[in-house]
């Protein structure tokens, strides 16, 4: 078997932290979406079936949870410190796509959001 790519998905992170330019965003928070891609060798997890081989999605999460409960003003920054984070600590990752969405920014619209979305590779 000749494996193209593989990646690991967290999907619709959900998460209230204390985001934002205006201070009001700051003080009161509000409720963010967080979608992470990222590619690994995975060769080894699938032949042997073990953990060590590859990276366990709680750890990634655990890393996406602390980083997003450090107040940031611009969602580029929470993200930026995410990348450097998962790289840092997961050797094995080779790119992350992440997209970070602030679900009710103070811009007045029914049913409005807004989103940066980042790829990098190590």
């Known amino acids: 078997m000749r494996i193209k790519e593989y990646h690991i998905e967290l999907v619709n992170i959900h998460l209230y932290a204390y985001h934002g330019a205006i201070a009001q965003e ?9 979608n992470l891609r990222a590619r690994i ?4 997890s ?6 060590e081989a590859t990276v366990n999605y709680a750890d990634i999460y655990e890393v996406v949870r602390s980083e997003m409960q450090i107040p940031s003003k611009l969602l580029e920054h929470v993200c930026g410190r995410i990348l450097d984070k998962l790289f840092e600590k997961f050797a094995i990752i080779g790119e992350i796509e992440i997209s970070l969405c602030k679900d009710t920014p103070p811009m007045g619209g029914d ?12």
Do not use: F, M, P, Q
């Open 26 to 34: 700051n003080k009161v928070g509000g409720w963010y979406t967080l």
């Open 111 to 122: 049913r409005l959001s807004s989103s940066v979305r980042i790829k990098a590779e190590r």
């Open 41 to 44: 060798d995975c060769h080894d």
């Open 46 to 51: 699938i032949a042997s079936d073990d953990l």
